[in-house]
């Protein structure tokens, strides 16, 4: 089992950049396939973002491709979100995730953080 807290969202204006943390907990960090979920006000939780336990492989929603980047570091059992050119549409309460296969849907994840709210500004 493991559990994850994400951290690192906050306020700001269009254009700026955010990075996101989530620590897991747990001497197996580097078997699981880590994701990044995010859900805005009145809207299904959606995919952003996933790296595997290697972060050999990543895959990153076409509507942040080009913006967002996804990152581990196993040895501080750790994975990032690196967010550029946010825009309002950003905003969300983002999610880490994590399971033993890769995945880009909700259902297949079995581990979930709390969230942590972005708020992009126009």
């Known amino acids: 089992q493991v559990q994850l807290v994400e951290s690192g969202g906050g306020l700001v204006q269009t254009g700026d950049s955010l990075r996101l943390s989530c620590a897991a907990s747990g001497r197996t960090f580097s078997m699981y396939v880590m994701g990044w979920f995010r859900q805005a006000p009145g809207k299904e939780r959606e995919f952003v973002a996933a790296i595997s336990g290697s972060g050999g492989s990543t895959s990153v929603a076409v509507s942040v491709k080009g913006r967002f980047t996804v990152s581990r570091d196993n040895a501080k059992n750790t994975m990032y979100l690196q967010m550029n050119s946010l825009k309002p549409e950003d905003t969300a309460v983002y999610y880490c995730?994590?399971?033993?296969?890769?995945?880009?849907?909700?259902?297949?994840?079995?581990?979930w953080g709390q969230g942590t709210q972005v708020t992009v500004s126009s």
């Open positions: 995730a994590a399971d033993l296969r890769m995945g880009l849907r909700q259902r297949d994840y079995a581990y």
